[in-house]
């Protein structure tokens, strides 16, 4: 009765380059559009994970360790698995529908995107989100 | 494990209820059109057989977990719960979207 893929919401990837990739749902598109006449979504995932920073790195080295690389894609209801988890960072003003119609917008989106996510992972918060999904 | 002891009597109840519901409500019968139900909350009631594969079991109990949609267990294999649905083929999970006569819904979560 609940509706349950919303914004914010964790999802896994489950198909295509992303598969086994964590996205948070940026934007959803129920009813589909003319170009996909299927329920999809906009997210924004991890595409590549921060690895794991110990106590006794030095700071560059956490540097280092805390980047992570970030993807945006339309993917198909189907193609996602929902999580109980959320993931509040807000990235509606950063990742839109018309930031995939060039690569040069989708450039700064990501990296907008990858820095509020590095900073979010810094935080010590959401720490689900941010670990691997090990399969 | 708790093995709930389905009397006879309440199973044909299940399967009577089940009837009401083919002949006057809304259902879909299948594991892709059960989960699109359940994405877009429009299912009210997920009916999974006994033998359907556990990880699919899971992952429909989870989304019914996210929608807040009840699930019943069948007692029955899905050569069982296809034969209460009136069909000629096996059903493995069905999804009750509007139950028009029926108290299914009801009668199998008295709490909604």
């Known amino acids: 009765m609940v509706k349950f893929l919303k914004q914010n919401k964790a999802v896994i990837v489950l ?5 086994g990739r964590k996205a948070v749902i ?8 003319r170009d996909r006449p ?4 906009l997210v924004a995932g991890i595409s590549k994970y921060p690895s794991k920073v110990i106590r006794k790195d030095s700071a560059k080295k956490t540097a280092k360790k805390s980047r992570v690389k970030a993807f945006v ?3 198909n209801y189907q193609h996602i698995m ?9 990235l509606k003003d950063v990742v839109s529908l018309d930031v995939l119609q060039s690569k040069d917008k989708k450039v700064t989106a990501l990296k907008e995107a990858k820095k509020r996510l590095e900073e979010r992972f810094k935080t010590g918060k959401n720490r689900w989100f941010f670990t691997k999904l090990r399969f | 494990m708790v093995v709930s002891k389905k009397t006879k009597k309440t199973h044909e109840s ?4 089940l009837a009401l519901v083919m002949k006057s409500g809304k259902f879909t019968l299948g594991y892709k059109t059960v989960l699109r139900s359940l994405r877009s909350s429009k299912g009210k009631l997920i009916i999974i057989s006994n033998n359907c594969p556990p990880l699919r079991k899971s992952e429909i109990e989870y989304y ?9 267990h069948y007692n029955g294999n899905n050569v ?3 034969t209460a649905c009136g069909k000629y083929f096996r059903v493995s999970c069905l999804s009750i979207t509007d139950p028009g006569d029926s108290d299914i819904i009801k009668t199998l979560q008295p709490d909604h």
Not at chain 1, 15 to 19: P, T
Not at chain 1, 38 to 41: D, R, W
């Open chain 1, 15 to 19: 198909q295509g380059r992303y598969a």
């Open chain 1, 26 to 33: 940026v934007r959803t598109f129920d009813d589909g559009t």
């Open chain 1, 38 to 41: 299927y329920g999809h979504c």
């Open chain 1, 73 to 75: 894609k339309l993917v």
């Open chain 1, 82 to 90: 929902p999580t109980r988890y959320t993931l509040d960072v807000d």
């Open chain 2, 14 to 17: 299940i399967n009577n209820r």
């Open chain 2, 64 to 72: 019914a977990m996210l929608a807040k949609i009840g699930v019943h």
């Open chain 2, 80 to 82: 069982d719960l296809g």
